[in-house]
Structure formats: C-alpha cells, structure tokens
C-alpha cells in the first residue's frame, strides 16, 4: 500500500531549462495539492487539483508555472525557464476527498530542484 | 493578515522532559487545525489534528490545546525521546472555499538532548 510518490527525488536543472516533477497520489485518492518550501521557511500551498480539473491555483506564480491531473497518470508540476529562485523542495499531498476529512492529508517525500 | 506563525524558533529539551511548542495564528474564522513533524529530507507527517469546537485532544504522548480567545495553538509532547527531534509545524486550514488549503507556520525545530 504505497503512499504518495514523487519523483524525482533530486532534480538538477541549469537556469533557463524546464522541471517536471511527478506526483503519484495513493491508491484511491483523487485529490492533489502541491506545496513548495524554500529552505528554513513552512510549506507555502501553490495548487490544488481533482482530475483533470485545477480548482484552485492561488499559490501558483502567474508566469513559468502550470500543472496538471489527468485522468491517467501522475499529477504534473512543471516549471518552465527556471530561475535560482525556484530552487526549493516541492511537495505533493494527496486526499481522498478535498481535505475535509480528519487527518489532513498524506505528504510524499517531496523533490528537491537545484537550480544552477 | 492571514497568517500562521510559531513564537519560538528553536526548542531545546532533555531527553524524557516534556516539550511544548507554540503557534498563533491570525484568523478567528479558522476551524481545523493540524500539527506536522517533519524530519530532514522528508515530507510533513500528520501528528495530530483538532477543530474548532475542542479545545483539547489527545493523542499517543501528544496533546494539541486549543485557546480561540487568544488565537493560540499548542502541542504538549511527553516524556520527549531523541526519534521526536524534527521541525514541528502547526497549520490551519483554509477558508472560504472548501479546498482544503493549509496555511502553514514557519516551524519550530526540537532538538532532544541525550
């Protein structure tokens, strides 16, 4: 009974390229959140997605920044022309319904994007 | 503003001692709570959790207290052991839309001392 996956763990990008991180949500679950934590800070909500729906991308960056839930397959972040200031750990939680349910809900290990 | 944040950066004990940690937060209309244990190069791990209308609950060696008057949240470890040092954040749920959105605090780190 896997929890949820992210891959990749590290991820190394030189400024100006693309980041695409994954986020597998546990079995049954058919909601995503992402969060993004810079290094010393709390994680900061950018997005919150149902299947193939975006219902609420408040934290996301207007500009480089999209993701995506599609009916099959992982949940996408992806991050275009990254700048040094994208460098931080990403985190996907996953959730049976939209977080109304006790326990919050389940955090993978997150991505760690290095920009050089 | 709508915020969350811990008093204390940093929280030193001694092995056995009990620990608390600190959170305020800023909107009144909050009414979910949740504190996280995150561990260096991992992802938040659910603690305990607690709405609006308790003021206290109880876990396996943690307590969440909850003080609306004052907007203050605190989590009691006892009996504190080395496997419980780790960065300690409180969060609140967001409101307004349903969606489920935490507000996350800064974190306090615990350090166990053997």
């Known amino acids: 009974n896997a929890g949820v996956m992210q891959n990749p763990r590290h991820l190394v990008r030189r400024r100006g390229q693309e980041a695409r991180l994954r986020c597998s949500p546990m079995k049954g679950h058919s909601h995503v959140y992402w969060y993004r934590q810079l290094p010393e800070e709390g994680l900061k909500f950018m997005v919150y997605l149902q299947k193939e729906n975006i219902i609420d991308e408040s934290g996301m960056p207007k500009e480089r920044f999209s993701a995506e839930f599609p009916k099959e397959g992982p949940s996408i972040l992806r991050i275009q022309q990254v700048v040094r200031g994208d460098s931080a750990a990403y985190f996907c939680?996953?959730?049976?319904?939209?977080?109304?349910?006790?326990?919050?809900?389940?955090f993978g290990s997150g991505t760690r994007l290095t920009v050089v | 503003g709508e915020s969350v944040g811990l008093h204390l950066p940093t929280l030193s004990v001694q092995e056995g001692d009990n620990s608390i940690i600190n959170c305020a937060y800023s909107n009144s209309a909050s009414d979910y709570f949740i504190w996280y244990k995150q561990e260096s190069g991992k992802g938040p791990q659910f603690i305990i959790d607690?709405?609006?209308?308790?003021d206290k609950r109880q876990g396996q060696r943690v307590t969440v207290l909850l003080n609306k008057t004052v907007k203050h949240l605190s989590l009691q470890i006892a009996a504190t052991q080395p496997g419980d040092s780790a960065v300690y954040f409180c969060?609140?749920?967001?409101?307004?839309?349903?969606?489920?959105?935490?507000?996350f605090g800064q974190g306090t780190t615990l350090q166990v001392k053997p």
């Open positions: 939680a996953s959730s049976p319904q939209s977080g109304l349910s006790d326990y919050g809900y389940t």
């Open positions: 969060a609140e749920r967001g409101w307004g839309s349903n969606t489920g959105k935490l507000i």
């Open positions: 607690i709405r609006s209308n308790m």
